[in-house]
């Protein structure tokens, strides 16, 4: 692995797509966004070619799983893909938020970040499906961790600023939420969709456009979301965090009822 220099990682890795997976965050004691991860599992297995169906008892299967282990918060549902002969097979398992890289916003901590520089390998899954191996994504987060930070902030070729190893970017700039746009290179993150559905509907400022170093450093307030989390604060690690209640954390309560 790459030593880190200046102040960035390095994430240099290879691999090809076996799996499609999803995330889903138990709220209340409810999947209340199963319904979105399905069709997004969906779509990713129809654009690879896979045509099983989702099994129709997969919310029970969950919910049992959730029941053996009540410490547990949050599902995996992993489609493996066909392969050599075989029809693949959908595995479920589950684990606590505590075991997350973003386990600290669980007691009000800002999640710290560090930029990671690092060329994705062409062989590696598209970027817009939620795939296996997650070599380089793995990459990234550990050259964020080596750096003292909990994730990090993934940068393109051309210097854009694009997603971190397991969640979505927005940077508050001049008022407006602004996230990166899907170009092929951010995940389609179900969190991601919501606020931008919700954000809308409020009548609050958002945009999808091209970010980059300088609008990171700028930004008035950084926020990371994923559908296990939501939105939730974040900043550089070598920078100070106010603590403060944003409107995408606001939106994501009325969503979620948590």
């Not at 029809?87 to 890289?101: I, M, N, T």
């Not at 062989?123 to 080596?146: C, N």
Request: with cysteine.
């Amino acid at each position: 692995m790459p030593r880190q220099r200046a102040g960035f990682g390095v994430a240099a890795v290879s691999g090809a797509a076996t799996s499609l997976i999803e995330t889903i965050g138990v709220f209340r004691g409810e999947l209340r966004l199963l319904a979105r991860h399905q069709a997004r599992l969906g779509a990713a297995m129809l654009a690879l070619g896979d045509r099983e169906p989702i099994p129709v008892n997969l919310q029970q299967r969950a919910e049992t799983l959730l029941r053996q282990h009540p410490g547990h918060d949050m599902v995996r549902v992993e489609r493996r893909l066909p392969a050599c002969g075989t029809d693949g097979e959908f595995v479920l398992s589950s684990r606590s938020r505590a075991q997350s890289p973003w386990a600290r916003s669980r007691t009000g901590e800002p999640v710290r970040l560090l930029p990671v520089v690092g060329r994705r390998p062409t062989a590696a899954p598209a970027a817009e499906y939620k795939a296996e191996p997650r070599t380089y994504w793995d990459a990234v987060l550990h050259e964020a961790r080596s750096g003292g930070a909990d994730d990090g902030i993934l940068l393109g070729d051309d210097g854009a600023v694009l997603e971190t190893a397991v969640g979505n970017l927005w940077l508050l700039l001049d008022s407006v939420w602004t996230t990166p746009p899907l170009d092929g290179r951010v995940l389609p993150g179900i969190a991601r969709a919501l606020l931008l559905e919700r954000a809308a509907l409020a009548a609050i400022p958002v945009a999808e456009r091209r970010l980059d170093l300088g609008d990171l450093h700028r930004a008035e307030v950084l926020v990371v979301s994923n559908a296990a989390f939501g939105p939730v604060l974040a900043g550089l690690v070598s920078a100070s965090v106010a603590d403060c209640n944003t409107s995408l954390q606001r939106l994501w309560r009325f969503a979620v009822g948590d």
